[in-house]
């Protein structure tokens, strides 16, 4: 996994005070990164359209344009001309070496955005949002200088946002790059080099994004076993039996040795999966509340309330005594709505869904505070996951996952490693990874994927 953070002010302010590096020597690298990347992937004599704001972001974009020149066609434009001292000394060199800006926008195949960076703290005025409009509707190759234009530090977008193919970041991955709402405008993510190794510019943080490489299959690496070593998880079947259901077929696809379906009537189950009308005594795992409908939550207290380790899930995020089943042990997957409603009942917070959505790891950050012992997954187009004052954002989901049952599949990945002695946090990041990849993996049209896919495609991880 890699680190994240808020800002990174503090981490060039180390660079000056620790490594003896000056903001003109980060500036170059950041530059030369930026070069780099663009040989790599344009060829030579393409024509540049670098468009640059007053400040520093804009400085970057000045001095990129000095090293890719000749090399390519390049138009360098300034449409509010420059203001830190950083742009204009960038200026006069680019101008020493016969480089001066355009008056208006030039034809192109790459345009690179280096308007505004992550420190943008304001709404965008009238001519910025035209020119944002303008740069959007062009047809050519976008690359973002550090995050695209619009998107402030808090990762919302202010009222409009340049829509990158690929964004290149400015020393280290910022939370600002992963919230849902610009999942659409930052392309992919690439990190810039400021002269020393990310181990030296990065220090501490709370904040991570998951790689592929994170998950830990639950493969069986000693032969001398049974169905008695691997878990049994027990799947409280609501009035929505689909959902269940679909959770008992996840979990056993898995690594689950044993799953029983906990039903009030008998109901068809596949021919693996266990029947009961109470907990099984050797359960170790417990996996509630997908498609409980309107059963009450008082029902299965027991349950609830029992040490087992359990996944919990939709209906009962909306049960008034929700906090007292929030301990140790438990994780918590919520998808926004259920997480506005598990928010007000734990006195956390009582806002709607749009202010969540703009605020995902400060409220998820908010339910740790108060829960720190229990595992929240907050679904999403990134989804986090927040455990004792740390989160961790999975950004490898698409919206081949926006169909009804996926988020139940999810349920019976993570009770499924439960039930195999997995503990909550890497059960949770572990599930949600194969979740995720195994739908990446479908090779159909990005709207036909079925609940069924995912556990066919889960067995070939």
Do not use: W
Not at 140 to 161: E, L, V
Not at 364 to 392: C, H, T
Request: hydrophobic share 40%.
């Amino acid at each position: 996994m890699q680190k994240l953070f808020e800002e990174v002010n503090t981490l060039d302010r180390r660079c000056y005070e620790q490594y003896g590096l000056s903001e003109d020597i980060l500036m170059e690298h950041a530059a030369n990164s930026m070069a780099v990347y663009i040989q790599k992937n344009v060829e030579p004599h393409k024509s540049l359209l670098i468009v640059c704001g007053m400040g520093n972001n804009g400085a970057d974009g000045i001095a990129l344009a000095r090293l890719l020149y000749p090399q390519y066609r390049v138009s360098l434009f300034i449409p509010f001309g420059v203001k830190s001292p950083m742009a204009q000394l960038q200026l006069q060199r680019a101008q020493k070496i016969g480089i001066h800006p355009v008056e208006q926008l030039m034809p192109c195949d790459v345009i690179v955005d280096c308007l505004f960076g992550s420190g943008l703290n304001r709404s965008l005025d009238e001519l910025s949002i035209k020119l944002i409009q303008k740069l959007n509707s062009i047809r050519a190759f976008k690359i973002a200088c550090d995050i695209p234009s619009g998107i402030n530090q808090q990762g919302q977008i202010t009222s409009i946002a340049f829509k990158a193919n690929t964004t290149i970041t400015m020393g280290a991955l910022k939370t600002a790059l992963y919230s849902d709402e610009v999942k659409d405008y930052v392309g992919k993510i690439k990190v810039a080099s400021l002269g020393v190794d990310r181990t030296l510019y990065e220090n501490e943080s709370n904040l991570f994004l998951l790689e592929p490489l994170d998950i830990q299959l639950p493969l069986r690496m000693s032969q001398s076993t049974n169905k008695g070593h691997f878990g049994h998880l027990a799947v409280v079947v609501g009035m929505k039996k689909g959902a269940g259901v679909l959770a008992c077929e996840a979990a056993f696809a898995f690594g689950c040795s044993l799953v029983s379906a906990i039903t009030h009537e008998n109901i068809d189950l596949p021919y693996h999966i266990m029947q009961s009308h109470k907990l099984p005594c050797k359960t170790s795992a417990l996996a509630l509340g997908m498609g409980l409908g309107n059963c009450e939550a008082n029902e299965i207290e027991s349950l609830l309330l029992s040490d087992l380790p359990k996944v919990i899930d939709a209906d009962i995020f909306y049960h008034e005594n929700i906090k007292s089943y929030l301990k140790q042990g438990v994780v918590v997957t919520p998808h926004p709505k259920e997480f506005c409603s598990l928010l007000k009942l734990c006195d956390i917070a009582d806002i709607e869904v749009d202010e969540l959505q703009k605020n995902r790891f400060k409220y998820a950050l908010m339910f740790s505070a108060k829960f720190p012992e229990v595992v929240l997954y907050l679904k999403g187009a990134n989804s986090i996951i927040a455990y004792d004052m740390k989160l961790y954002v999975n950004a490898l989901g698409s919206a081949v996952l926006s169909k009804g049952g996926s988020g139940d599949v999810l349920s019976g990945l993570i009770g499924s490693l439960l039930a195999q002695g997995y503990d909550p946090l890497n059960a949770t990041i572990s599930a949600s990874i194969a979740h995720t990849l195994a739908a990446n993996s479908f090779e159909g049209n990005n709207y036909a994927l079925t609940p069924q896919d995912i556990i066919q495609k889960v067995k070939t991880l």
